[in-house]
């Protein structure tokens, strides 16, 4: 095809609007009851790039340095026990754009959108920062499940009807159950002791019951759980709503490996449309490449990187990308 109908295409608004439809209907089919859901914000750094249309502050994910840029709002599925993943939706957006409401509006978005095409299947996952009252509130007025990595501010309601902080109904919660896991990190492997527990709590203001699911042995801080999936507080029971986390975690490498192989960052269009509809079209290579290619199809070079990176808590699952 001619360049400046590629170039035409490419700036179409309906691209993004009915791809991103279509993927999520395609990828729906392959999210069971229990799929862990994971929604990752990132960003696209271009503190180099003066012309880019709708260019706005945004926040390295690593560093915690602003720079100029675009942020990415992405929805992955993922089983517990398996390397299976689905990408499902991705979005490019910017503040300065017109239609741009809120971060969480964005985000709300890709859960009603996803929900609606999975009828309400899956678990979410979400990383720090989900605990926040204008995100909680909704998933709860949704009926979603969900776990959520708390920066333990959050104030909550605990058994004995007092308010405090997460931090604070963790640091007394009864650790009763423990568990061991290797860590491969540069080739090494690490043995990680840890315990971990639950409390009840719920939101102020709400009758909603969730629990508070604490973990030590990670790192020096707790990792600290909030959750509205189950009021049983078993060992068996408690691990999994873990295992839901740490496969979040198995997925935040794949956003790398999507990122970095693809060369996001590495976009040059101008206009602020044809740069949506580019990232809608990296999404649909993604999924092609996740959930068609054969075992036979390794892509020996691409798998050998995911191997390395993907060394986290669950040994090494065969990724297809």
């Not at 580019?278 to 649909?284: F, G, Q």
């Not at 290619?293 to 986290?312: A, D, N, Y």
Request: hydrophobic share 40%; proline share 2%.
């Amino acid at each position: 095809m001619h360049d400046s109908k590629v170039r035409s295409r490419l700036k179409a608004p309906a691209l993004e609007s009915e791809l991103t439809e279509q993927l999520v209907k395609m990828g729906s089919r392959r999210v069971a009851t229990n799929t862990v859901l994971a929604l990752d914000l990132s960003d696209i750094r271009k503190e180099y790039a003066k012309k880019m249309e709708r260019l706005a502050q945004a926040r390295d994910g690593s560093t915690g340095e602003l720079h100029d840029g675009y942020w990415l709002c992405d929805v992955t599925g993922a089983e517990v026990h398996s390397s299976e993943i689905v990408p499902l939706y991705q979005k490019l957006y910017s503040a300065e754009a017109g239609d741009f409401t809120s971060e969480n509006a964005e985000i709300l978005a890709a859960i009603d959108l996803v929900r609606a095409h999975t009828q309400r299947r899956g678990i979410w996952a979400i990383d720090r920062g989900g605990d926040r009252k204008k995100l909680l509130e909704p998933l709860l007025e949704r009926g979603a499940r969900f776990v959520i990595r708390s920066t333990g501010r959050r104030s909550v309601i605990d058994r004995r009807k007092l308010r405090g902080s997460v931090r604070e109904v963790a640091g007394k919660c009864r650790l009763r159950h423990q568990a061991r896991i290797i860590k491969i990190q540069d080739g090494l492997e690490t043995t990680l002791e840890l315990r971990y527990g639950a409390a009840p709590v719920r939101l102020p203001g709400r009758e909603e019951k969730m629990l508070l699911v604490v973990v030590s042995g990670f790192a020096q801080q707790p990792l600290m759980l909030l959750t509205n999936m189950a009021a049983a507080r078993d060992s068996s029971t408690l691990w999994w709503i873990v295992e839901i986390y740490l496969t979040r975690w198995k997925i935040e490498e794949t956003f790398r490996f999507i990122k970095q192989s693809y060369n996001l960052e590495d976009i040059r269009v101008l206009k602020y449309q044809r740069l949506q509809n580019l990232v809608v079209l990296v999404t649909a290579a993604a999924y092609f490449a996740a959930t068609f290619l054969g075992q036979k199809m390794k892509l020996r070079i691409l798998c050998e990187k995911l191997l390395v990176i993907s060394q986290r808590f669950f040994g090494i699952p065969p990724f297809r990308f």
